[in-house]
């Protein structure tokens, strides 16, 4: 259902925590970020910003406590697991001020997934959540994440992230959806720039932005085209393409994202 | 020149601010957190904080004010070519609250770059820098980078940042380096997660941080043991190695960088 330009809709927004020292330290290279950034969208949600930060409590409350006020939803990744360095759990409910419990639910979650009497000390610390908080559901090795106020606490292995999204993206509340085209040509950025710079301005209910790239011998610019109204969406797109050509340049239209 | 445990070296910080709506919106894959990650720690400096943030004034002014305040270096990339939403310059200017000028060593790079003629509005907005910063070289497309105060203002384009940053860290001033060694082994993280903790207790002048994986039919976890001094680096390294043994874990050591 297009929106038309006339009413514009609120815009939902989010920020994503990266929590853990591997992605700061470069040993392993973040890969929740563009899934989430692409299941928010379709869920009609702009993710804002993105904060990657250590394990450190002081830092984890504090960021915490700073982006839930600040963005409508918050999803954090990573820290939740068995070991000493999974701290993300007591972080949120020292975020919060309250306090961290043993919840029923996820405790038989785990009792029913390990064997009998592999539930020991450091396992059964993966069923305490804050006070309040309510599961998320984990389909690949059970340990739950959780939500508390707008804030949504998720492991940070991809796949167990993707399958807890996956489930519990239905329930959130999104605005309209952004949609996308993309245009690229060989032309030089330099060349574009005046006329996209105009387009920009013709077009300024959409955020057309504008990316160089360089492979081998070959160069050019990718032109991204977004916004949420379809019919001015397609038209800036096709304004964009008669640029192109009248620069001289050979306009391809890439992959949409509706 | 390993470090003794005796004399806790400074730690050099760094905050990295990747500045682009293609992150946010899950268009593009971000590699340039990953390849800082790895320089940074090279040049003896830790990455403490990334940020990623949409091309909005208002937010990186605001950003890169605190940022810069709270770390030794911060480092940006994005937003500084000849497009309208190339506005990473005069954010950097309004945040140091000096103007932007046109730099007469970067006008001469672009026109010596380009043909004649060919340097026009649009690029020559490359040439302008807040007032007082210093160019950083760029040895792919010459518009160059700039540094003012502590914060270091690169292009988006990995290349173009690899070959910046390249430059630029042999003028870095970092602490020591910290060190690493990683133990894979097929034990449940749960099972590990005792030890690992009384491990940690005892070296708590190392970072040790434990990651599942999972991988089709298999699992296990990769402990990272990180920190400055290689003897004590060496010696938990070998603690680890028994504990995995010790449960009847295979422990197999993974690349280490020194």
Known sequence: MPSSA???PKSVTACVLIIGNEILSGRVQDEN?????????????????VRVIPDDTDTIVGTVNEVRRA???VFT????GPTHDDITAQCIAEAFAVKLILHPEAKRLLEGHYPPGAVNEARMRMAYVPDGAVLL?????RAPGFRIGNVYVMAGV???MQATFAELSHNLKGGAKVLSRSVSCSLGEGVLARGLGELQARYDDLEIGSYPYFRRADFGVTVV???????RLLAATEELK??????????QEGASED
């Open 6 to 8: 006339a009413e514009p």
């Open 33 to 49: 970020v563009a899934f989430l950034a692409k299941g928010l969208n379709d869920a009609g949600i702009r993710l804002k910003e």
């Open 71 to 73: 963005f409508d939803y």
């Open 77 to 80: 990744t990573g820290g939740i």
């Open 137 to 141: 559901p984990n389909p690949i090795s």
């Open 158 to 160: 991809p796949q167990i």
């Open 225 to 231: 085209v977004r916004g949420i109204g379809r019919p």
């Open 242 to 251: 008669a640029l192109i050509a009248g620069l001289g340049g050979d306009p």
